[in-house]
């Protein structure tokens, strides 16, 4: 909503026809300028060292010509008559005639003249051209670009030198001609002059106008432009879209190009119902360094009672000390704050990172020598609350310094690592009125002072066919409260052992289904694990978590994440997989999982508020993924407690991808006494429903003119029976223009949504006009392909004269 994501756009509209007409006139296979979907300029790191630029060698090469006449004097002058042609290098000059002094190196040529410099093509009645010195001009010249296939006419080139040209009375569009005497494209970019400076790597319009369906919609004064991939400051395109809470909304988006490798973009927006949101984003890439920093600030919010809103966040990555014989370090930053708690509800599209409720504030140093590694971290939180779903804030850690040391194969096959920590737990409490969040949970736990020390030694047993893994762990820890606890005491101590046993086989057979070989496999795993019981349950929680019960932590020593909580658990885990593998190249096209454990005593230790786990069966889980074809792909996991009998929770998907621009998915996600949703993405040309399947031109190219898209997602709650997030839109491929409209709604709490409409109009090769509805295509609706992504560079060679 704040931030125009996709600079490529503002390139765009800069390069376009400027770095076009740059490239074909002047250096024509290094400034075509950024394609439709590339990201952001990229930075160029610090110092940045420029190339000398080498002599020109054009003096140098081999000058041919050929005709059905030709005359003159020997190194004075040379007349071709019919079909003449000059060539040298990369430059091809044809006319009817085609005169050549040599001494003042003057190419004069009449009659139906066309140049072909480097793929790119121009016509015209007559070329009066200094080759070595690229000086002259070309009247009323028709042009056209190996690059895009554009292509426009002016009345006139002037031909500075081989670094600068001025065009005067130029167009510029991407729509192909068709029959027809009173034909006109469908856009058309006119301008006075257009003056071109290779070396400078600028250039400047005047007078320039945008037009639409013979409509005016974009008058340019004057205009400024990078001609290569050098990044040029000015402003970029406006974005508008329009909002169920803000009203209309128009960014005029400036990009200050500070140094190769230093930008900024500044992106003032006015919001109709709120006012006018100052954003900006500064990018750096230094040599040892390199990091974004974004902002807003929105001055009186008339929505919220004129107060004063705003948000920033920063990325900073820097190594230290990069040298064999003392190990590398490194500095990490990643701070993010907001004015208020409703932040993230009003402004869900500014940075993804302050749409959140909990907003981390990060700052490591670490340090790295030989399999040890030290690292000292702060880190803070914000807490966004709602007053109809309060969350408990996470505990800041200040500071937190850990030390690891890991080695594998350490000695005869053992596997040893240990590792420490301190960390100091403080409890920031959120600064809101009590009445304004009368259920939130209260924090009666101190803060406090915790230090740990895990140690660990494994040894791997294992083959092609199985494997076995015994593990023993030592876990440590001691606390010292701030304040008393309820108990009195105000240190603690516990001591947990741990002892793992892990192992498996592999079974392989050849097997054949639905007429297809496959190399079908079988893989038994028993694991087995035993932690004393040690007690924990009195002591504060202050990073400990369940962790979520799937294919991934079954298998492991202990339930809980964090190191508050160690479980005490004498349990066998038994599981079994079966694979069917393409025998030629490995891939799986089908795989079958189940596994439980079995607990042969009860779990004591438990997180606050959790009952002691008593049952000696756990869910069963079942797992299943099938690709036997290459457009399908399906997916599953069911956990399924036989005790009741029932599906705690489940989650399948399925997807259809049967070509480019062709892409239906859908999943079914169900939490027993939680939720219960269904989620269903797509791109599909609707031109399919009345039989038209359209031309296959490969990824980013679309499937030909006239074309309709359907896009979508839609996110439904079953349980609710309301559709919680939502985005529908319509792209038409006009084959030099495509147009969007995307319709957007988005849950921004337990009983408020935002909704939006984007326009957007994109002109092939040269820029995209309206909201950023691409990139919320891009970013909802799973495998969305452009319309226009080029992915190559077409070669001189392929227009070849």
Not at 109 to 120: E, F, L, P, Q, W
Not at 733 to 756: F, H, M, P, Y
Request: glycine content about 8%; hydrophobic content about 35%; charged content about 20%.
């Amino acid at each position: 909503m704040h931030h125009p994501r996709n600079k490529a756009s503002i390139a765009r509209f800069a390069l376009s026809p400027v770095a076009m007409v740059a490239a074909a006139l002047l250096q024509p296979l290094a400034a075509q300028g950024q394609d439709a979907a590339e990201p952001s300029p990229r930075l160029r790191g610090s110092p940045v060292l420029r190339e000398d630029v080498a002599p020109d060698a054009r003096s140098q090469l081999p000058t041919f010509v050929e005709g059905d006449r030709i005359q003159g004097r020997t190194d004075i002058e040379t007349s071709i008559e019919g079909n003449a042609m000059l060539r040298r290098g990369d430059t091809v000059i044809r006319a009817r005639r085609l005169e050549y002094n040599q001494p003042k190196d003057l190419a004069r040529a009449i009659g139906d003249v066309r140049i072909n410099k480097a793929g790119n093509v121009f016509e015209g009645p007559l070329l009066e051209l200094e080759v070595d010195a690229f000086q002259g001009f070309f009247n009323e010249p028709r042009y056209r670009f190996l690059r895009n296939d554009a292509y426009g006419q002016a009345d006139r080139i002037d031909f500075i030198d081989d670094q600068r040209a001025v065009i005067r009375n130029a167009t510029y569009t991407t729509c192909q001609r068709r029959p027809g005497p009173s034909w006109m494209p469908d856009w058309i970019l006119r301008a006075a002059s257009i003056s071109l400076d290779q070396e400078e790597e600028t250039g400047s319009a005047e007078g320039a106008v945008l037009s639409f369906m013979g409509v005016p919609i974009l008058p340019v004064p004057a205009l400024s432009f990078p001609l290569g991939d050098k990044r040029k400051s000015g402003l970029l395109p406006p974005t508008i879209g329009l909002d169920s809470k803000s009203g209309l909304e128009l960014t005029l988006p400036y990009y200050w190009n500070i140094a190769p490798n230093r930008d900024a973009t500044l992106y003032p927006t006015l919001m109709t119902r709120r006012g006018v949101d100052l954003g900006a984003e500064f990018r750096y890439l230094e040599r040892n360094y390199d990091g974004v920093l974004r902002g807003n600030y929105l001055p009186g919010d008339r929505l919220r009672n004129g107060q004063d809103r705003w948000g920033f966040s920063a990325n900073h990555a820097q190594p230290l000390l990069q040298l064999p014989a003392f190990g590398a370090s490194s500095l990490f930053l990643n701070l993010n704050r907001v004015s208020d708690d409703n932040y993230w509800r009003d402004f869900s599209r500014s940075s993804s990172s302050l749409t959140q409720r909990l907003l981390a504030n990060d700052a490591s140093l670490n340090w790295s020598w030989f399999g040890v590694s030290l690292s000292g971290r702060i880190q803070r939180w914000q807490t966004l609350q709602d007053v109809d779903s309060p969350i408990v804030p996470p505990y800041d850690r200040a500071p937190q310094l850990t030390a690891r040391h890991a080695r594998n194969n350490l000695w005869r096959g053992f596997d040893t690592l240990v590792e420490a920590d301190y960390t100091h737990f403080t409890h920031s409490v959120p600064q809101v009125a009590a009445d304004r969040f009368p259920t939130a949970p209260e924090v009666t736990q101190p803060n406090a002072h915790r230090t740990y020390t895990l140690a660990q030694v494994s040894r791997p047993f294992q083959s092609p066919g199985w494997f076995v893994v015994p593990k023993a762990q030592l876990h440590t820890r001691h606390y010292e409260f701030e304040s008393a606890l309820a108990t009195g005491e105000k240190t603690a101590d516990v001591t947990v052992p741990t002892f793992s046993l892990d192992s498996g086989l592999v079974f392989e057979r050849p097997a054949r289904f639905f007429g297809r070989a496959f190399q079908q496999t079988l893989e038994p795993r028993a694991f087995y694990v035993y932690t004393p019981f040690r007690d924990q349950n009195r002591l504060p929680n202050y990073d400990s978590g369940l962790n979520d019960f799937n294919f991934a932590t079954i298998y492991t020593e202990n339930a809980y994440g964090g190191h508050d909580r160690i479980a005490d658990n004498n349990l066998l885990t038994l599981g079994a997989t079966s694979r069917l593998l393409d025998p030629d190249t490995g891939a799986e096209a089908a795989k079958i999982a189940i596994a439980q454990r079995v607990r042969f005593k009860d779990q004591r230790v438990t997180l606050p508020g959790q009952e002691t786990v008593s049952e000696r069966l756990s869910d069963l889980l079942f797992g299943a993924s099938v690709s036997f074809f290459p457009q399908w792909s399906a997916e599953g996991t069911v956990q399924y407690n036989p005790k009741t009998q029932q599906s705690i929770r489940s989650t399948v998907g399925v997807r259809y991808n049967p070509g480019n621009y062709r892409v239906i998915s859908a999943a079914y996600r169900r939490q027993q006494g939680f939720s219960e949703q269904l989620d269903i993405g797509w791109q599909w040309p609707l031109n399919d429903l009345w039989g038209d399947k359209g031309q296959d031109l490969g990824p980013g190219m679309g499937e030909g003119e006239g074309r309709w898209y359907s896009v979508g997602r839609l996110n439904y709650s079953l349980r609710d029976r309301q559709l919680v997030d939502g985005i529908l839109g319509l792209e038409y491929d006009a084959g030099c223009w495509l147009g969007r409209i995307v319709v957007e709604r988005l849950q921004a709490g337990t009983n408020t949504s935002n909704k939006r409409i984007l326009f957007q109009l994109e002109f092939v090769g040269f820029s995209r006009l309206g909201s950023g509805a691409l990139q919320t295509l891009k970013q909802n609706i799973p495998r969305y392909q452009y319309l226009r992504e080029r992915t190559t560079t077409p070669s001189r060679f392929s227009n070849y004269d």
